[in-house]
């Protein structure tokens, strides 16, 4: 079962860091100023971060793999609080990226290279993230992890429904992930 449950992990890294390469590109590759910004793929991109990443994969990952670890060996006690402090600085970073994308609507000053930084800053932080859970995370709980672990975070990321909140995040993230791509320029999207 481990290896099931990681590349559930590992697809979700990848959509993940698709949606970031997308922001990347939309920020570095504007044709100056006389272009105006795309405000509807970079709505869904935030929204994508903030619905899928930061709400529901982020606190799955924390509920589940972390505490399994945790309970399986202290090997891994300082690299899973590192990766616990990086979830709470992501979800700052996409709170500022959000408010410099309203400025940035909103036509202020310096608006464009604010909301460009913080775009780059971002990506680049949870690129780094996501490659030392996969480097660095994956292979101690490949190591320490039991059958009975892995059967239960294979169910929390298998779930699709919320039924607390009737919320279904994996198809509502599916549908977001896919305006992005129909939003992107072409060499992104399906144009």
């Known amino acids: 079962m481990p290896g099931a449950t990681l590349k559930i992990l590992r697809d979700e890294h990848l959509a993940i860091a698709t949606v970031l390469y997308t922001l990347r590109y ?6 100056g100023e006389d272009q105006a910004p795309r405000f509807p793929v970079l709505h869904a991109i935030v929204d994508y971060i903030v619905s899928y990443p930061d709400r529901w994969h982020h606190p799955k990952e924390e509920t589940q793999l972390f505490r399994c670890l945790r309970l399986r060996t202290q090997e891994a006690d300082a690299l899973i609080a590192d990766l616990e402090l990086e979830h709470c600085a992501g979800y700052n970073m996409i709170e500022d990226l959000r408010d410099k994308l309203q ?13 460009r930084d913080a775009a780059l800053r971002y990506a680049q932080f ?6 030392r859970e996969e480097d660095l995370l994956f292979p101690l709980a490949e190591e320490y992890l039991q059958a ?3 059967a ?7 779930e699709n429904d919320n039924p607390l909140f009737g919320l279904k995040p994996r198809d509502h ?3 977001l992930y896919q305006r992005i791509l129909e939003l992107a320029p072409a060499p992104i999207g399906r144009r």
């Open 173 to 175: 993230a599916e549908q």
């Open 152 to 158: 239960s975070i294979h169910k929390a990321f298998r």
């Open 26 to 31: 939309l920020v570095q590759h504007e044709d």
């Open 103 to 115: 400025a940035l609507e909103r036509g202020e000053a310096g608006a464009r290279e604010k909301f």
């Open 126 to 131: 949870e690129w780094s993230h996501l490659r």
């Open 148 to 150: 009975e672990d892995w």
